[in-house]
Antibody
Framework: QLQLQESGPGLVKPSETLSLTCTVS??????????WGWIRQPPGKGLEWIGS???????YYNPSLKSRVTISVDTSKNQFSLKLSSVTAADTAVYYC??????????????????WGQGTLVTVSS | QSVLTQPPSVSAAPGQKVTISCSGS????????VSWYQQLPGTAPKLLIY???KRPSGIPDRFSGSKSGTSATLGITGLQTGDEADYYC??????????FGGGTKLTVL
């Protein structure tokens, strides 16, 4: 059974860089057809997709966050990581990593998140 | 502000049926597939429906999905108290990004 686990600091100071890692177990991060994504959820609010990466390093980013986001992958460790720079209190959220199934069909793009980590709360505060 | 619009809340009695709508545009739902997620309190979202109307293994057939034009609908029949959760729709957008709806809170009265 595929499992994902987020790790990283739970407290980040304003203007600094938030860094999280997702470790994948029970499967290979190098599997074809799958991207690996980050999604966040501010307290009491909805889901916001941050971005996704393929094992080759190809990425998709949320246009509203693109200037501050870097997602990278380490296939040797079966991990992928998120860096979000210049954080503010608005970046306080539970951050989830998830497997992103992505394919292009005749009738459009299929994109969904089928395995999720448990999530980790990151608070931005001095 | 989500590009996909969902009602903030819906409610129904146990045993009844409820539907949750998700409205988008030709830039997203109109030309791509839709997925649905259930988020129980304090837990990570769980995939309920993918490719508009397919259920992952283990998801009961009480849950169904449909899509028409630029809108999609999640249906839940035989409501149970354990179905109380937040439900989100998701899709791909022409801006090359994933999008989620704002979420709908289901209350089973």
């Amino acid at each position: 059974q595929l499992q994902l686990q987020e790790s990283g600091p739970g407290l980040v100071k304003p203007s600094e860089t938030l860094s999280l890692t997702c470790t994948v177990s029970g499967g290979s991060i190098s599997s074809s057809s799958y991207y690996w994504g980050w999604i966040r959820q501010p307290p009491g609010k909805g889901l916001e997709w941050i971005g996704s990466i393929y094992y080759s390093g190809s990425t998709y980013y949320n246009p509203s966050l693109k200037s501050r986001v870097t997602i990278s992958v380490d296939t040797s460790k079966n991990q992928f990581s998120l860096k979000l720079s210049s954080v503010t209190a608005a970046d306080t959220a539970v951050y989830y990593c998830a497997r992103h199934d992505h394919s292009i069909a005749v009738a459009g793009t299929k994109a969904y998140f089928d395995y999720w980590g448990q999530g980790t709360l990151v608070t931005v505060s001095s | 502000q989500s590009v996909l619009t969902q009602p903030p809340s819906v409610s129904a009695a146990p045993g009844q049926k409820v539907t949750i709508s998700c409205s988008g545009s030709s830039s997203n739902i109109g030309n791509n597939y839709v997925s649905w997620y259930q988020q129980l309190p304090g837990t990570a979202p769980k995939l309920l429906i993918y490719d508009n109307n397919k259920r992952p293994s283990g998801i009961p057939d009480r849950f169904s999905g449909s899509k028409s034009g630029t809108s999609a609908t999640l249906g839940i029949t035989g409501l149970q108290t354990g179905d109380e959760a937040d439900y989100y729709c998701g899709t791909w957008d022409s801006s090359l990004s994933a999008a989620f709806g704002g979420g709908t809170k289901l209350t089973v009265l």
